[in-house]
């Protein structure tokens, strides 16, 4: 497939593999179907930097920066340190791209299946006519409506956006699907803990002390909470 690209009067189409984003940028294409978003995603293959997010036939390609790797990891470590100490089942799913069939599709830096982890536990091939959404979702500096959007369409109980080291947390309503979702500083994942403190805070540990000794002192400030 190519991307039509008009400048002046000359209209250039441009294979989407040979389509070189830098770190750091994006690109937003209009007016695809469902097959269109399809066939991008065979072209551009399963082994590349770059995120996707398509909803209501606009599709947005971003090539993350570097640095922006480095902290969803650490989130991804901090969540099921947390979850190990309080004994619960989880399963990883990473950027496995969640598509709900004709509507939206989305690739999260990382997501974890938690309340449904035995549902997906001998899954090898994501399909979510068969199977929930993904408990939680990570993203990093992402400001894009679309990448919301998508999530909606989808139904993810619950997105943390990590930006500028400040954890924004987005939670779907269930109950009434129309308001779409809501910021709330309380985590459904973790209801009795602060996260929207600890996040920051021990991601920001992970980079001056290093990710193991971060962990060690998250496990003895999560043992002081008695309610998990």
Same mark, same amino acid.
């Given at each position: ?11 250039v189409?441009?294979p ?9 940028s ?12 399809e ?19 606009k ?10 790797? =480095?902290?969803? =990891? ?13 004994g ?5 799913f990473?950027s496995?791209t ?8 989305i690739?999260?830096?990382?997501c974890?299946?938690i309340?449904n982890?035995?549902?997906v =536990?001998?899954?090898?091939?994501l ?16 400001t894009?409506k ?28 269930d109950?009434?699907s129309?308001?779409?979702y ?7 994942t ?7 403190d ?9 980079m001056?002390?290093?990710?193991s ?10 043992s ?5």
């Amino acid at each position: 497939m190519t991307y039509e690209c008009t400048k002046n009067i000359m209209t250039v189409n441009i294979p989407i593999p040979n389509i070189k984003l830098n770190p750091g940028s994006e690109i937003t294409i209009s007016g695809l179907t469902w097959k269109d978003f399809e066939e991008i995603l065979t072209d551009l293959g399963e082994k590349r930097n770059t995120r996707i997010a398509y909803y209501q036939s606009k599709l947005e390609i971003m090539s993350p920066l570097v640095i922006h790797e =480095r902290p969803h =990891r650490i989130i991804a470590y901090i969540i099921t340190t947390i979850l190990e100490a309080q004994g619960r089942n989880w399963e990883d799913f990473g950027s496995t791209t969640l598509k709900r069939i004709g509507v939206a599709g989305i690739e999260p830096d990382t997501c974890f299946y938690i309340e449904n982890a035995l549902l997906v =536990r001998n899954c090898s091939n994501l399909n979510l006519d068969d199977y929930p959404p993904p408990d939680l979702a990570i993203e990093c500096d992402v400001t894009s409506k679309t990448v919301i959007d998508a999530y909606q369409a989808i139904g993810v109980p619950e997105v943390w956006i990590y930006s500028n080291n400040k954890l924004t947390i987005y939670l779907f309503s269930d109950k009434d699907s129309k308001l779409g979702y809501q910021l709330s500083t309380k985590s459904l994942t973790f209801p009795a803990l602060p996260i929207t403190d600890i996040v920051p805070q021990f991601v920001q540990k992970a980079m001056i002390e290093g990710t193991s000794q971060m962990l060690k002192d998250l496990r003895l400030i999560i043992s002081e909470y008695n309610q998990f």
